[in-house]
């Protein structure tokens, strides 16, 4: 089961903390958010498909995701934790 820590929330900025094990999108679902998205591995591996594109994320590794870009988690490994950094727009 995925936990999501909530570290710091504004109007207009969002950091999560997520521990991840093994949780995956579900089929054809894929993210559009509002929001642009920084995300940083602390820890694990996980496989990010963007657009079409399968993205491995290890540990220090990052990407950033501009509001609308279509994204899913393809892989999290047992032992994942990342960082999320949500920038709403105004």
Known sequence: ???VIILFESLDV???RIYSNGEI???GFYYNQEEDEFVK??????IIEVEGEEILLTKGG???LERHTKHRIN???????WYCIFRKHQ
Do not use: L, Q
């Open 1 to 3: 089961m995925e936990k």
């Open 14 to 16: 969002r950091v999560e």
């Open 25 to 27: 999108s579900a089929p």
């Open 41 to 46: 591995i602390e820890k694990g591996k996980a």
């Open 62 to 64: 990052e990407i950033f």
């Open 75 to 81: 892989y999290t490994s047992d032992d994942c934790v």
